[in-house]
């Protein structure tokens, strides 16, 4: 099956500067791949995707890029501010057959703006 | 506006207890899913339903069962509690493009 690993696991940052998570999935048959804001005490919620036949997703200071090849992806926050403190989690996920959607998570990042 | 909802938020029970973990959306949505989360192991798959009546085992199903009876609805039953249970539980649905989650549950098994 799919094996999805996710770093750092922690990562404090100032205010204003970038944060970047790094993924790297195990199934080349992996073609969608999600990220998810968790906030303490609420549910994960989609931030932003990226399917495998495009290679950089922009959506205001989120980000996200994919290297088919080697099997990574990453998302990156530029200008961070406090309300970017979270858990945040990649996912990966194939497209066919039954159980189609069944995605495979990261085992998370906590992320720390400091103001 | 989808929304997946569960029937607790916060749960007490005792060990040997048989408890129900019940979740609802209101998208029509074949997939759903039951994970458990724990600190530092993100969010694990316990069990998954693509259609009514119908079951997959996820990545950690000892010591659970589900039920699907109805497209909308997907329990989370343990038959018989134990303190490595304790846990928030999350339920989610998935459509088309997206997978939304519920509020989840955080069991207390004492």
């Known amino acids: 099956g799919e094996n999805v690993e996710q770093h750092p696991s922690t990562l404090s940052v100032q205010e204003g500067d970038s944060a970047v998570i790094k993924c790297t999935y195990s199934?080349?048959?992996?073609?969608?791949f999600p990220w998810y804001k968790q906030e303490l005490g609420k549910r994960p919620q989609l931030i932003i995707d990226?399917?495998?036949?495009?290679g950089e997703k922009k959506d205001q200071r989120i980000a996200v890029t994919l290297n088919k090849t080697a099997k990574h992806f990453s998302l990156h926050i530029t200008e961070t501010q406090p309300e970017d403190s979270a858990v945040y989690f990649c996912a990966a996920r194939k497209s066919s057959g039954a159980g189609s959607y069944q995605l495979t998570f990261g085992k998370g990042t906590k992320l720390s703006v400091i103001p | 506006d989808v929304k997946v909802t569960q029937s607790s938020r916060y749960l007490v029970k005792r060990t040997g207890e048989k408890v129900f973990l019940e979740c609802v959306q209101d998208?029509?949505?074949?997939?759903m899913f039951w994970y458990r989360q724990d600190p530092g192991l993100g969010l694990r798959l316990i069990y998954f339903?693509?259609?009514?009546?119908?079951?997959e085992k996820g990545d950690i199903p000892e010591g659970y069962s589900v039920s699907r009876e109805k497209k909308e609805r997907f329990s989370l039953i343990l038959e018989s509690a134990s303190t490595n249970q304790t846990s928030m539980y999350l339920c989610?649905?998935?459509?088309?493009?997206?997978?939304?989650f519920g509020p989840g549950t955080r069991l207390t098994v004492l």
């Open positions: 998208m029509d949505h074949e997939n």
């Open positions: 990226i399917r495998s036949n495009v």
């Open positions: 199934d080349s048959a992996s073609n969608y």
């Open positions: 339903s693509y259609d009514v009546k119908m079951k």
């Open positions: 989610a649905s998935h459509g088309p493009v997206e997978q939304f």
